[in-house]
Structure formats: structure tokens, C-alpha cells
């Protein structure tokens, strides 16, 4: 597979007291760049990142149990090991 680099001529423009850089939206969608993004100073100069969300919302977490298709089976088995008699005071 032939990777071709393309380089973009891009400005940078005042916004508010600082400046910034307008990327094309397609180049955006592209790479996933949603609400914020990872900026990286590296050797070869400055490297943009998609950042990674550590948190699944509700429905993304609901969706990724669904996926896993767990067996709970023995869910009702662990639910009488004789546990619940037992004094756990010390």
C-alpha cells in the first residue's frame, strides 16, 4: 500500500486574544476529531490526537455488556453459597 503525505496550506487567525487554526471539516470527520482533540509537541513538530474517553456513557455501556453475551447462568448458584449465614462482625 502506497502512502501518499499530503500537506494543506492552513492560516492561523485571531480568536479572541489568541490564535488558532480553522481545519477543514472533512479532515475533521475524517480522523473522528469531535468536541476536543490531543495536542503533542514532538521532534518532528506538533502531532494532532484524537483524544480517547476513559468514561462509556449509560448507553454505551448498556450496548458493550449487551455485546459480551455473559452466561449468568450460575448468578443464581452464587446467590445461595451459604454466604448470608455466616457473621461476618469481627
Known amino acids: 500500500m502506497n502512502k501518499t503525505l499530503r500537506s494543506r496550506d492552513i492560516k492561523i487567525v ?3 486574544n489568541s490564535m488558532g487554526v480553522r481545519l477543514p471539516k472533512n479532515l475533521l470527520q475524517k ?3 469531535t468536541h476536543s482533540l490531543i495536542l503533542e509537541e514532538t521532534a518532528q513538530g506538533l502531532l494532532l490526537r484524537k483524544k ?3 468514561k462509556l456513557s449509560w448507553d454505551d455501556t448498556y450496548i458493550a455488556m449487551a ?3 455473559e452466561d449468568w447462568n450460575e448468578y443464581d448458584q452464587t446467590l445461595l453459597d451459604g454466604l448470608e449465614d455466616d457473621d461476618f462482625d469481627a
Open 31 to 33: 480522523y473522528g476529531f
Open 52 to 54: 480517547q474517553d476513559d
Open 14 to 16: 485571531p480568536i479572541g
Open 67 to 69: 455485546n459480551e453475551s
